[in-house]
């Protein structure tokens, strides 16, 4: 029986599509793990430095109320000291004085909350240094996406074309796509 139409070549006949047909493969699935680690160390610094700037709105929160105790405890501190309080208000100024310090101590460490300004303050740090840590990822993954496509369009076209130079272009920018998706992963450089 004799076909009408051009003649079907497998893949698996030609060791070198065969060889293109799976660096394709392979920076096909290197460009998805790409992908998908920009997509997160882009969420990761965007919610890192959310959190750093909540942190710090919380931080001013108490530094305001910390600062107008001082001043009120300043205040009665003055009353008391001017010795013109009866028995009674020097009484209910000493306690009040007493609350008060005890708060504006409160406001600066609370460790077992962690919300004092002091465990504020590290808090915040820490979510700066976890969102600068993914910023320095994400350009890296952009990098590898950029040269696994690239690298798999080079593979296709050697496919078509039977041009082996291209397929060691496709493979040394494959190499660094490679590269690059690693090093968003664990930053080595």
Known sequence: MESSGPEIEHVG?????????????ILAMVLA?????GGN?????????????????FYQAKNVR???YKIAADDFEARLKSGKPGADEK?????????????????ESEPETGEGKKELLARGKMHEHERDDALQRDPWFDFAEA????????????????????????LALGVGGISCTLNGFFLFV
Not at 91 to 107: Q, V
Not at 147 to 170: G, K, N, Y
């Open 147 to 170: 040269l696994l496509q690239i690298a798999i369009v080079l593979t296709s076209v050697a496919i078509i074309t039977d041009r082996r130079p291209l397929f060691l272009v496709s």
């Open 41 to 57: 160390a882009a969420k990761e610094a965007t919610m890192h430095n959310i959190l750093a700037a909540n942190a710090y709105n």
């Open 13 to 25: 006949d030609d060791p070198f599509k065969t060889r293109c047909a799976l660096l394709i493969s």
């Open 91 to 107: 009484a209910f100024l000493e306690k009040k004085l007493g609350d008060y310090r005890k708060n504006i101590e409160r406001y």
């Open 66 to 68: 910390q600062t107008e």
């Open 33 to 37: 793990i790409a992908s998908l680690g």
